[in-house]
Structures are given as C-alpha cells and as structure tokens.
C-alpha cells in the first residue's frame, strides 16, 4: 500500500508559476510510474505529466514548454514545477503512482490539491 500527499497548491496569477510536492510513504518500492492529473469542474481528469522510475517523463501537450516533473528518489518525492500558469491550467490536481503495465485507475491516488489561476 501506498499513500501520497500533495502540497504546494494555492492561487496563483496568470504568468505565475507554482510548484507542486508529491510525498509517498509505504510501499514506495512498488512504483514504477508516478503521474500528476488534473481535473478542473465539469471535465475529465486528464494527465498532465507522468515519469517512471527509470526517469522516462511525458506531458500533456497543453503543458509541454511550461510544467516540469521531477523526483527525489530520496526524499519518496515527486514534483511539478509549474510555470507561465494559464487560467485553463486552474484544476483539482492529484498524485498518483502505479505499477508497470498496470491501470492507472488502480493505482494509489492523493487526495487532491487546488490549482487556482486569476486572469
């Protein structure tokens, strides 16, 4: 079992930047993908960037230029830098991590963090 707290949201003006903090405790060594999404009201959750144990990182296209994943293998920490913020990027954002070849809906999930953008 692992859980996942995030940290680090808060409101933001557009052009700003924040940077997200994703801590895992448990069975940390059972990860091999760990992703951030993204909800905002009335839509999907989306996938915003994910990154693997072995360091191999995807992005959203919406995001790719502005938003940066990273890890601290020692710290159990996962992060998303978030730069040159846009209203649309305003969400509910969750941590998640997985197994290989696995779903993410059967991952473990964090319990979420607003992401509020002013125009």
């Known amino acids: 079992q692992v859980q996942l707290v995030e940290s680090g949201g808060g409101l933001v003006q557009a052009g700003g930047s924040l940077r997200l903090s994703c801590a895992a405790s448990g069975s940390v060594f059972s990860i091999d993908i760990t992703g951030w999404f993204r909800q905002a009201p009335g839509a999907q959750r989306e996938l915003v960037a994910s990154?693997?144990?072995?360091?191999?990182?995807t992005y959203q296209d919406s995001v790719k230029g502005r938003f940066t994943i990273s890890r601290d293998n020692a710290k159990n920490t996962v992060y998303l830098q978030m730069t040159r913020l846009k209203p649309e990027d305003t969400a509910v954002y969750y941590c998640?991590?997985?197994?290989?070849?696995?779903?993410?809906?059967?991952?473990?999930w964090g319990q979420g963090i607003q992401v509020t953008v002013s125009s």
């Open positions: 998640t991590a997985r197994k290989a070849r696995s779903r993410w809906d059967s991952g473990s």
């Open positions: 990154i693997t144990s072995g360091g191999t990182i």
